[in-house]
């Protein structure tokens, strides 16, 4: 029975057999893209609305495949978290967000750091910590210039654990963020019991501020954030009326294409020297 409806599968459904084809291949070349050196990171500023002034910047992910050109991270990343490819390659980002950091001129931004992505099975791996430490030693990067974001879903499985690696992290003056706020399982409860220095409020919710609802809903989440004492970070700006409402919420930092794309290491080098001259 059990084989019968597997052939029915792969002979009567070309779409999916397509998807599946697709991915283990996907899967098998992304395993040699860090060594083929497919691999690099763009760089996008978030802004600090109170000073003008670049607070941080994200370090995103880009595979440039050979044949297939680039492979957006939303296609990719489900495939590396799914085939533990995850570990080696976010060990890879951290590595080069850090050294490329740690060589940027950060004289008059001291405050600004560098955000990187991390995924839950990144994180829960048991050399987490120790590969974390050996980055910062290798760059010199200061651990109070970095920051990691982590998604909701990191806390809902294994919350002791969790909670003991955040420790760790924090330890370290590392700051936490939580990315993605309002997408899947938001759960106010991760707000107080984990030690998150910011938020970021999914583009999601700063698309839905054309509606009235969207707005009330995108102005308490900025008014809670605030009074748990957390840095707000609105993703996904495109519009300047989006700006202006999170401006008026009292949102600290903004990040999105309004103000800036995500740009190559050696010009968002260019920004930050750009900004200290002011
Ligand atoms: P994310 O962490 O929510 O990152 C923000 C995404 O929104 C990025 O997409 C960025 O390019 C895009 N973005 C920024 N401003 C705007 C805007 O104004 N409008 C629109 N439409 N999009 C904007 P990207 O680079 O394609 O990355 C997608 C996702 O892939 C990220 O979402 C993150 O979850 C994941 N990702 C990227 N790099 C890494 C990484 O190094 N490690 C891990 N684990 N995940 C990564
Ligand atoms: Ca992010
Ligand atoms: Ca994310
Ligand atoms: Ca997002």
């Known amino acids: 029975q059990a084989r019968q409806s597997y052939i029915h599968?792969?002979?009567?459904?070309?779409?999916?057999?397509?998807?599946?084809?697709?991915?283990?291949?996907?899967?098998?070349?992304?395993?040699?893209?860090i060594r083929n050196g497919e691999l690099s990171l763009a760089y996008q500023p978030r802004i600090d609305l109170a000073t003008g002034r670049i607070a941080a910047i994200e370090a995103l992910l880009r595979w440039q495949h050979p044949e297939l050109g680039h492979v957006r991270p939303s296609r990719f990343i489900p495939i590396a978290e799914q085939t533990g490819l995850i570990v080696p390659i976010g060990e890879w980002v951290l590595e080069t967000a850090c050294a490329q950091a740690a060589g940027w001129n950060w004289q008059g931004s001291e405050e600004c750091r560098i955000s990187i992505n991390i995924s839950v099975q990144q994180m829960v791996h048991p050399d987490f910590v120790a590969v974390l430490d050996d980055v910062l030693a290798r760059t010199g990067l200061n651990p109070k210039q970095l920051e990691l974001e982590l998604t909701e879903s990191i806390f809902i499985e294994n919350p002791q654990k969790i909670s003991k690696i955040l420790d760790k992290i924090k330890e370290r003056g590392i700051r936490i963020a939580i990315d993605d706020f309002g997408k899947g399982y938001s759960s106010l409860n991760y707000l107080k019991r984990y030690p998150a220095d910011t938020l970021k409020i999914d583009k999601e919710f700063i698309t839905g501020t054309q509606s009235d609802t969207g707005q009330i809903i995108t102005a308490s989440v900025i008014q809670l954030a605030r009074d748990l004492g957390l840095t707000v970070v609105a993703e996904g700006v495109e519009q300047s009326e989006q700006l202006a409402f999170l401006m008026r919420k009292g949102c600290n930092e903004v990040q999105g294409y309004l103000l800036c794309r995500p740009v190559p290491h050696d010009v968002c080098e260019q920004f930050l020297q750009q900004f200290d001259l002011q």
């Open 9 to 33: 599968v792969v002979e009567f459904d070309p779409v999916m057999d397509e998807e599946m084809h697709d991915r283990l291949q996907l899967a098998t070349e992304l395993r040699t893209a």
